[in-house]
């Protein structure tokens, strides 16, 4: 679950420019090869997840990145395990993907843009009533709570 908001939070804003994190790093760090053609296909998953996640777009968008993908059963001892084979510059992007479908089944409407118009993170609630709403209660809620605050007041 932390690649994929780590993955839906590498387009941060910065000073007001959008930055782009995605790099040969950030795939080296989880467990890619950082090839282009790696880093092309996370650009893609990433930009679909985000619109995805936001409610602009249908799962349906997903569809492309499972191109090649199969889904193979393992038998043994402890039971029956499903393991996804796909081409090695995909796995990344396969996985996000993955994750994703799993957390909107475990944990649905967990997964949210952050409520401040300003900020292109993304969040995971996992408190107890659901109601985060920032991807930081220091930097964005602390914004929003001080912009409010002065509306009132002026």
């Given at each position: 679950?932390?690649?994929?908001?780590d993955?839906?939070?590498?387009r941060?804003?910065v000073?007001g420019?959008?930055?782009?994190?995605l790099?040969?790093?950030?795939?080296?760090e989880?467990?890619?090869?950082?090839?282009v053609?790696?880093?092309e296909?996370?650009?893609?998953?990433?930009?679909?997840l985000?619109?995805?996640?936001?409610?602009d777009s249908?799962?349906?968008?997903?569809?492309?990145?499972?191109?090649?993908?199969?889904?193979?059963?393992?038998v043994?001892?402890?039971?029956?395990?499903?393991?996804?084979?796909?081409?090695?510059h995909?796995?990344?992007a396969?996985?996000a993907?993955?994750?994703?479908?799993?957390?909107?089944k475990?944990?649905p409407?967990?997964?949210?843009a952050?409520?401040n118009?300003?900020?292109?993170?993304?969040?995971l609630?996992?408190?107890?009533?659901?109601?985060?709403?920032?991807c930081?209660?220091?930097a964005?809620?602390?914004r929003?709570?001080?912009?409010r605050?002065?509306?009132?007041?002026?």
């Amino acid at each position: 679950m932390d690649a994929l908001l780590d993955l839906l939070n590498s387009r941060p804003l910065v000073n007001g420019e959008e930055q782009d994190a995605l790099d040969r790093q950030w795939a080296l760090e989880h467990g890619g090869d950082g090839s282009v053609a790696e880093l092309e296909l996370l650009r893609q998953a990433r930009d679909l997840l985000r619109d995805v996640v936001r409610g602009d777009s249908s799962p349906v968008v997903l569809r492309p990145l499972f191109d090649g993908v199969r889904q193979v059963p393992e038998v043994s001892a402890d039971g029956l395990r499903w393991s996804v084979e796909t081409l090695p510059h995909a796995r990344l992007a396969v996985e996000a993907v993955l994750a994703w479908d799993a957390l909107e089944k475990d944990l649905p409407g967990r997964l949210r843009a952050c409520a401040n118009d300003e900020c292109q993170l993304f969040l995971l609630d996992r408190s107890r009533a659901n109601r985060a709403r920032w991807c930081s209660m220091a930097a964005c809620g602390n914004r929003e709570k001080a912009r409010r605050h002065y509306h009132r007041n002026h």
